[in-house]
């Protein structure tokens, strides 16, 4: 593996990255394009109808062209296996990006329905078009909103995908790092989650999600049984991380 991926540092678009944090936290978005320039890089080089040329361009475009904040190749490969033990048939993520993690659950589960809660509009726009060149837009879906807004991104997932009461499989975390514990939660409160039902929740080791895995901790071997996996923070081998992976044992 070459120097310039192993070490983000010796990367322009990852040092912008410090640059463009407070525009990350306001709008989704990095702040100098780089979301739209990978929407149109994929709509060039990648076949279409293809997801696992898609996923490999875009992790090409992150790589080689502009840093991304997806879940990456090395994270997502534990996603793969989370999902896959799920085997969903509904599975919901919060925090979309440009739609990659999502693409991913919709990769390692063919039959099931994805839909990916994001606050930037832009963001969902982006997403929404890479799924369409990747053929999966059928079952695929972003909502905007935030789970944290009194209960009407809740009410429209319910009524839009009719969640009956355990009619949630999978959860992929990877929006707001202070909001993962209590929009899972919300989530818990409306009894969509069965025993069985796996979430899987990235960044907690960077930039940390402090309250969410001292719940787990608590939770271990009660109402929930999780695996910390240790990794790397993506598109790069320097930098650890932790994703962890929780199976409901209790609703
Ligand atoms: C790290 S990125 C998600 C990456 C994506 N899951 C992937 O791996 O391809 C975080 C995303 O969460 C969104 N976001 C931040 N706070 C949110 C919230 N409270 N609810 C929903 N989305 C949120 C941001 O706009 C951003 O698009």
Redesign the pocket.
Same mark, same amino acid.
């Given at each position: 593996m070459s120097l310039r991926r192993r070490v983000p540092f010796l990367r322009w678009s990852f040092l912008r990255l410090a640059l463009g944090a407070r525009n990350?936290t306001r709008?989704?978005q990095i702040g100098d394009g780089r979301e739209a320039a990978a929407v149109e890089y994929v709509l060039e080089n990648a076949r279409p109808g293809d997801v696992d040329d898609v996923l490999a361009t875009i992790d090409r475009f992150a790589y080689e062209e502009s840093f991304l904040?997806? =879940?990456?190749d090395e994270k997502g490969a534990l996603l793969d296996a989370a999902v896959r033990r799920a085997a969903p048939t509904l599975a919901l993520? &919060?925090?979309?990006?440009?739609?990659?993690?999502?693409l991913r659950i919709a990769r390692a589960a063919p039959d099931a329905r994805v839909v990916s =809660?994001? &606050?930037?509009p832009a963001?969902a726009d982006n997403a929404r078009r890479i799924w369409a060149h990747a053929g999966v837009d059928d079952r695929v879906t972003c909502v905007v909103?935030? &789970?944290?807004d009194g209960g009407a991104t809740l009410d429209e997932l319910a009524d839009l995908y009719e969640l009956a009461p355990g009619g949630l499989d999978f959860i992929?975390l !990877?929006? !707001?790092k202070d909001?993962y514990l209590s !929009?899972l939660l919300s989530i818990l409160d409306r009894g969509w989650l069965h025993p069985g039902s796996i979430v899987v929740a !990235?960044?907690v080791g960077l930039p940390g999600a402090p309250k969410y895995r001292a719940y787990m901790r608590e939770q271990q071997g009660g109402r929930w049984q999780t695996v910390e996996h240790k990794t790397h923070a993506e598109y790069q081998t320097l930098v650890p991380d932790l994703v962890l992976e929780s199976e409901l044992l209790l609703t």
């Open positions: 990350i709008t989704g904040i997806n =879940v990456g993520e &919060l925090g979309t990006y440009c739609g990659y993690s999502a =809660v994001e &606050l930037a963001n909103g935030t &789970l944290g992929f !990877d929006h !707001d909001a !929009d !990235d960044n």
